[in-house]
């Protein structure tokens, strides 16, 4: 094969691999169930990235909403992010303090994300819950964002191997037949990929919009719901396609 084709099929190939890979928001607090034990300060880490590949890291724009939502009140938090470089790319922190027995259901709203090798817009509206002092209720409630998994299973104290089921929602309304990208937080590479289709989970909605996966693994998983926006502007203010996407992170834990 001459070298020009060599290079051309190389490229093509990397192309590929970007696109294939799976674009993912983390909105992950350092702890989901806070107890006397733990302390009332919760750590969040916010950076978009490729979880179970460990990176890259790719820039965020200021988030346009980040907020909490707990006892039926919601506070905005836009203000405690902390801006900080991850291998060159922006990230960010938060620092929150639990000052009531609650269940707290993080929320982030990012900035457009324009992905070159896709040709389009990402927007990941995405979510957690942390559990205080066990309250145990209020983790079902919606934040209103767009494209939203409502959890059907409580989406803390999990033992590994438990089933997490979901509604997908667009507005407010069940989606049927959506299709959801599951991936584990494999910090540091510590779980070893045999192949690229071990990567990125693919499972479907129901009818009613309604998923469940087991969690194979201790650690956190995130459920990335995705469905297509309406064009937008791209870099050189012409219409490019948009991906929407409901993202909720869930902690599990091995038995000991």
Request: aromatic fraction near 10%; proline fraction near 8%.
């Amino acid at each position: 094969m001459p070298r020009f084709t060599t290079l051309l099929v190389g490229l093509a190939c990397l192309l590929n691999a970007a696109a294939a890979s799976a674009h993912f928001q983390t909105l992950l607090p350092s702890r989901d169930i806070v107890t006397a034990a733990t302390g009332r300060a919760i750590d969040l880490d916010i950076r978009f990235t490729h979880p179970m590949e460990w990176g890259p890291v790719m820039e965020m724009k200021t988030p346009t909403r980040f907020g909490v939502i707990a006892n039926g009140r919601t506070t905005d938090l836009g203000k405690s992010l902390v801006a900080r470089k991850l291998s060159g790319a922006t990230a960010y922190t938060s620092r929150f303090t639990v000052a009531e027995p609650a269940d707290y259901l993080f929320f982030i709203d990012p900035a457009p994300y324009w992905e070159p090798a896709e040709q389009k817009m990402i927007i990941h509206y995405t979510k957690v819950v942390v559990d205080a002092f066990g309250a145990e209720e209020g983790w079902d409630a919606a934040t209103g964002q767009p494209v939203e998994i409502m959890p059907l299973v409580r989406p803390y104290g999990l033992w590994t191997g438990n089933i997490f089921r979901g509604v997908v929602t667009r507005n407010g309304q069940p989606v049927p037949h959506a299709e959801i990208e599951v991936e584990y937080y494999n910090e540091n590479k510590k779980v070893k990929i045999p192949a690229d289709p071990f990567v990125t989970q693919v499972i479907k909605a129901d009818e009613h919009g309604v998923f469940a996966y087991a969690m194979p693994k201790g650690g956190w998983w995130g459920f990335a719901a995705l469905v297509d926006g309406e064009p937008m502007p791209g870099p050189d203010g012409k219409p490019v396609a948009v991906e929407l996407g409901g993202l909720i992170w869930v902690r599990v834990q091995d038995m000991k």
